[in-house]
């Protein structure tokens, strides 16, 4: 695991089920339905350990058989609850590529976003997919990715007045 992760993040993705089919969504059906098990499963997993550990922070439902996903994340700041729809289609190279995570709601609101409202996760995420490929899935994108992303980016938006909390 990448050495920028606290322990409590390691100790979290840890628990996440790898998933072990090689498949995505211009495979066989049957390779890709087993894959999307896999997926369903380990989102079941991660979601149960935040709701556990009171730390659950989104809901997310497949579109498209698999190949499209969208959700709401939140994120506390200061006792603020910051609420965002996000989305992202699965690459036709997945698993070999993470998929982009949009927030579009906040496109052009923070330089850690590129056009669309695709979150940046080129520098810490990207090479650590590459690394876990085929065995990270959508739970490890949100943990790894997203989860990090917000905490780091939703108390600068907040502080430069660019997003308020919904009411």
């Known amino acids: ?26 495979d066989a059906k049957e390779k890709w ?20 550990s009171d730390t659950d922070w989104f809901t997310i439902q497949p579109e498209d058989g698999g190949k499209a996903w969208k959700g709401k994340c939140w994120y506390v700041h200061n006792f603020i609850k910051y609420e965002f729809d996000f989305r ?31 979150i940046c996760l080129t520098i810490h995420f990207k090479p650590l997919w590459a690394k876990n490929s085929p065995h ?15 905490a780091a980016e939703v108390p600068y938006m907040v502080e430069a007045g660019v997003i308020q909390p919904k009411v």
Request: net charge neutral; charged share 25%; glycine share 8%.
């Open 88 to 118: 992202f289609d699965v690459p036709a190279t997945y698993p070999a590529v993470a998929p982009e995570i949009e927030l579009p709601e906040l496109e052009g609101k923070t330089a850690k976003m590129y056009r669309g409202g695709k």
């Open 33 to 52: 339905d087993a894959r999307l098990k896999q997926e369903l499963q380990a989102l079941i997993t991660y979601i149960q350990m935040n709701k556990d």
């Open 1 to 26: 695991m990448a050495e920028s992760w606290d322990p409590k993040t390691k100790q979290t993705v840890g628990k996440i089920p790898l998933l072990t089919e090689n498949a995505g969504p211009r």
């Open 136 to 150: 990270f899935g959508f739970a490890h994108a949100l943990c790894l990715g997203l989860a990090p992303w917000l």
